[in-house]
């Protein structure tokens, strides 16, 4: 092992980065786990140099593997070029899937919400697989279910993923959080009820929608319009 190390060193130095990381890699596999995670960071930096992606994510990936027995501090540093690797690289599933891990293990509240809604916006955005962002936005909701702004997001990946029903459900429920309270908000909020009931075909419902929020904001030009 000692002589595997100087070889890596050497070749490090010289600038011959690919020969530096196959011998980093080689190490990883008598190396205990005090050295694993920066042995693994070391070839990993060097196969990102030589844009080596798959060499790199074979390495950061078999390290995260191997994450329970790592200190937090290597476990977290191993997370965070993972992250780097799969964001640089567009790998977007992967990405989500670490960011989801992520928030899973979490016991902070606060971290936990951020670190789902991440994942979910990444489902939403990059891959646009609606039906999975909408079961993480509903994790982020169990962790703090009176977020209005995040009750709106669910009800917009809802109609994206075709499940109107429950995009226009989510929209009461924030009605419903108003308790009785009227803004120019709650306006808004009836209005997007009735154009979800448009989309679905129920003119009574949207009309009765665009009524609540006329008597809310009786001002609203395009509340007037539509009715």
């Keep these: 092992r000692p002589a595997l190390e100087a ?3 050497l070749y490090e130095q010289e600038g011959q980065h690919a020969d530096a990381a196959e011998m980093y890699e080689q190490l990883l ?8 995670a920066r042995t693994a960071l070391n070839a990993g930096s060097l196969y990102r140099q030589v844009e080596d992606v798959e060499a790199l994510l074979r390495v950061l990936e078999g390290a995260l593997e191997k994450a329970e027995e790592m200190s937090a501090t290597d476990r ?8 780097a690797a799969y964001r640089d690289n567009e790998r977007w599933q ?4 670490l960011v989801f891990a992520q928030a ?7 971290e936990k919400l951020v670190l789902y809604r991440r994942a979910a916006a ?3 955005e990059r891959r646009e697989d609606f039906p999975r962002a909408a079961e ?14 995040l009750m709106m ?3 917009d990946v809802y109609t994206s993923a075709g499940r109107l029903a429950d995009s226009i459900g989510m929209l009461e429920r924030i009605v419903e959080s108003y308790h009785g309270r009227r803004s120019k908000e709650l306006a808004e909020v009836h209005h997007r009820i009735a154009q979800a009931h448009l989309n679905g075909g129920d003119d009574l419902a949207a009309l009765s929608s665009l009524k609540s929020a006329r008597k809310i904001d009786p001002g609203s030009i395009g509340i007037q319009h539509q009715l």
């Design 136 to 149: 993480i936005y509903e994790k982020a909701l169990a962790v703090k279910s009176e977020d209005r702004g």
């Design 7 to 9: 070889l890596a060193r």
């Design 104 to 110: 899973e293990r979490s016991s902070d509240e606060d």
């Design 29 to 36: 596999e008598e190396a205990g786990m005090d050295s694993y």
């Design 153 to 155: 997001t669910l009800s």
């Design 94 to 97: 992967a990405l989500a899937d």
């Design 122 to 124: 990444l489902h939403a």
């Design 76 to 83: 977290t540093d191993v997370e965070e070029a993972l992250l």
